[in-house]
Structures are given as structure tokens and as C-alpha cells.
Nanobody
């Protein structure tokens, strides 16, 4: 049984930083693309960042230069370092595992974490 468990969310002031973690179990983590999605209040879920098995990272335009995705295959963990946070970053953040790339477009895989809330106060 595949499980993804996120942590690291919370309340932070605008301009602050948070680091999200997502630990995977029950799957060969190193063989899978990984990604972070978010869903803000009243908004659709959107892709924030993804990383291929080879370590290639892609970002949504809205977070480029502020967020960094990374992975540790030894720890079965994907991270999202979020700096210079803005109120618009307020959302539930979910990790996704097992996605595939078509060119530079990441299509979500079947495995999702439960989500962690990030709230940025202005």
C-alpha cells in the first residue's frame, strides 16, 4: 500500500519561509516523478513544481525564483522550500507521485498525500 505523508505547513507572515516534506512508503520512490500541487480557497488545484527521476525541476511561473523542489531518494522524500511567501500562496499543498512527462508537461500520477495547509498572513 502506497502512502504519502506531508508535513511542514503552518501559518507564516508574508515574506517568510516554510519547508514542506512528503515521505513516501510502499513504492520504489526513485523510479517515480514527483510533484507538489496546491489548491487555494475557491480555486482549482494547480501544479506548483515537479521533479523527474533524473532531477530535472520545473515550476509554475507564479513560484519561479521563490520555491525550490528537491528529492532524496535515500529518504523517499520530496521537499518544497518556499521563500518570500505571499498571501496568494495560501493553499492546501499536496504531494503527488508517479506522474509522467509529456515533453515538459507533468501529468499527475495516481498517488496523493492528504495535504498540508499553508497560510500566509499579510
Amino acid at each position: 500500500q502506497v502512502q504519502l505523508v506531508e508535513s511542514g505547513g503552518g501559518l507564516v507572515q508574508a515574506g517568510g519561509s516554510l519547508r514542506l516534506s512528503c515521505v513516501a512508503s510502499g513504492i520504489t520512490f526513485a523510479l517515480n516523478g514527483v510533484a507538489w500541487y496546491r489548491q487555494g480557497p475557491g480555486k482549482e488545484r494547480t501544479l506548483v513544481a515537479s521533479m523527474s527521476t533524473g532531477g530535472i525541476a520545473l515550476y509554475a511561473d507564479s513560484v519561479k525564483g521563490r520555491f525550490t523542489i528537491s528529492r532524496s531518494n535515500a529518504r523517499n522524500t520530496v521537499y518544497l522550500q518556499m521563500n518570500s511567501l505571499e498571501s496568494e500562496d495560501t493553499a492546501v499543498y499536496c504531494c503527488n507521485l508517479g506522474g509522467r512527462y509529456t515533453g515538459s508537461t507533468y501529468a499527475s500520477g495516481r498517488y496523493w498525500g492528504q495535504g498540508t495547509q499553508v497560510t500566509v498572513s499579510s
